[in-house]
């Protein structure tokens, strides 16, 4: 499906780019002997760039994989795509993951990046706040049921005088948010870049507060049972292309940052440079496994079995599958 946002204000575009961006996108041949289809979901925020590049990169079909791409607004509905089998593969952070897995199974191959510095809240700065406490009986942009949006209420917010039921959540996608706060509809939100960014740029929003002190936020590759039991070469195949973009990003960051610009400038939205580079300095790709990953995951599901959002702490060797990306590295 395409979408023609050409002659598109800013604001404009934040409205209008829903949860249909880009979705069941474009088919992209591999090689000539490759069988294995991926149905790659990513999100439209610059937490799905890494993987938007990897699919422009050109490194997939190097390794004989053919894709088939489905862009959201956020992580957590591509993780509900994924639960209803509609995606194979899609990128989000450790509370989508772990919600993911107890309502389908999925398994995470890989961690792609950290993103916590790129998500933060920011508040409307005509109302001159500078805390999160003073949001106190205030209007709330949030994406609920995102990362982002239970780490906020679960962690953040309470850590810095903000309780459930101390202000008003209002149920948002990402892209929609700025847009909410210039119509000064909501007073502040619980963002992502670029959108924090632009806020700040056009002089909508201030920042007062980033994940980043709660939470580096890794982002995981994560892929249904089903796939990986099925196509366990095409797995590892798929990784060592991911590990190809990651050395573009260490290596060749213009590159990198060109192709990623243009995803944004070919919907005809204006955004200045200066402004995408401060948001896509904020996303730190490494794709690999950690090995102190499960503690880290394990203090998630804790908290989101006491929100009583998962039924049960997953089982950890099932959820989280390194062995393809080490036999990728190999």
Request: charged share 20%; glycine share 8%; proline share 5%.
């Given at each position: 499906?395409?979408t023609?946002?050409?002659g598109?204000?800013?604001?404009?575009?934040?409205?209008?780019?829903?949860?249909?961006?880009?979705?069941?996108?474009?088919?992209?041949?591999?090689?000539?002997?490759?069988?294995t289809?991926?149905?790659q979901?990513?999100?439209t925020?610059?937490w799905?760039?890494?993987?938007?590049?990897?699919?422009?990169?050109?490194?997939?079909?190097?390794?004989?994989?053919?894709?088939?791409?489905?862009?959201?607004?956020?992580?957590?509905?591509?993780?509900?795509?994924?639960?209803?089998?509609?995606?194979?593969m899609?990128?989000?952070a450790?509370?989508?993951f772990?919600?993911?897995?107890?309502?389908?199974?999925?398994?995470?191959?890989?961690v792609?990046?950290?993103?916590?510095?790129?998500?933060?809240?920011?508040?409307?700065?005509d109302l001159?706040?500078?805390?999160v406490?003073?949001?106190?009986?205030?209007?709330?942009?949030?994406?609920?049921?995102?990362?982002?949006?239970?780490?906020?209420?679960?962690?953040?917010?309470?850590?810095?005088?903000?309780?459930?039921?101390?202000?008003?959540?209002?149920?948002?996608?990402?892209?929609?948010?700025?847009?909410?706060?210039?119509?000064?509809?909501?007073?502040?939100?619980?963002?992502?870049?670029?959108y924090?960014?632009?806020?700040?740029?056009?002089?909508i929003g201030?920042v007062?507060a980033?994940?980043?002190?709660?939470?580096?936020?890794?982002?995981?590759?994560?892929?249904?049972p089903?796939?990986?039991e099925?196509?366990?070469?095409?797995?590892?195949?798929?990784?060592?292309?991911?590990?190809?973009?990651?050395?573009?990003?260490?290596?060749?960051?213009k590159?990198?940052?060109?192709?990623?610009?243009?995803?944004?400038?070919?919907?005809?939205?204006?955004?200045?440079?200066?402004?995408?580079?401060?948001a896509l300095?904020?996303?730190?790709?490494?794709?690999?496994?950690?090995?102190?990953?499960?503690?880290?995951m394990?203090?998630?599901?804790e908290?989101?079995?006491?929100?009583?959002?998962?039924?049960?702490?997953?089982?950890?060797?099932?959820?989280?599958?390194p062995?393809?990306?080490?036999?990728?590295?190999?």
């Open positions: 499906m395409k023609g946002h050409e598109m204000t800013r604001r404009k575009f934040l409205a209008a780019s829903g949860a249909g961006v880009l979705a069941a996108g474009a088919w992209r041949p591999g090689l000539a002997q490759a069988r289809l991926i149905r979901g990513y999100q925020n610059m799905g760039m890494p993987t938007y590049y990897l699919l422009r990169s050109g490194q997939l079909e190097k390794q004989g994989i053919q894709f088939e791409e489905f862009a959201v607004p956020s992580g957590n509905i591509t993780m509900q795509q994924m639960v209803a089998r509609q995606v194979d899609g990128t989000y450790g509370p989508s772990i919600i993911g897995h107890d309502r389908g199974g999925l398994v995470a191959i890989a792609i990046e950290n993103v916590g510095r790129t998500a933060k809240v920011v508040a409307r700065k001159n706040i500078t805390k406490e003073q949001l106190r009986g205030l209007k709330i942009a949030n994406q609920t049921g995102s990362s982002i949006g239970n780490i906020f209420v679960d962690q953040l917010a309470p850590s810095l005088g903000l309780k459930k039921g101390d202000y008003q959540e209002v149920r948002m996608n990402v892209n929609e948010m700025v847009a909410a706060l210039a119509a000064k509809t909501v007073d502040a939100m619980v963002n992502v870049e670029p924090n960014a632009l806020a700040e740029a056009d002089g201030n007062i980033s994940l980043e002190g709660a939470d580096k936020v890794p982002v995981f590759m994560a892929a249904t089903e796939f990986v099925k196509h366990p070469d095409a797995v590892v195949a798929y990784l060592k292309a991911w590990l190809a973009v990651g050395s573009d990003f260490r290596q060749q960051p590159k990198v940052a060109d192709a990623i610009y243009g995803f944004f400038t070919s919907k005809g939205y204006k955004m200045s440079p200066e402004t995408f580079a401060k300095s904020a996303v730190d790709v490494d794709p690999g496994f950690p090995s102190d990953i499960t503690p880290y394990q203090n998630h599901a908290i989101l079995l006491r929100e009583k959002k998962i039924k049960a702490i997953p089982d950890w060797s099932k959820a989280l599958r062995e393809f990306m080490a036999k990728a590295r190999a």
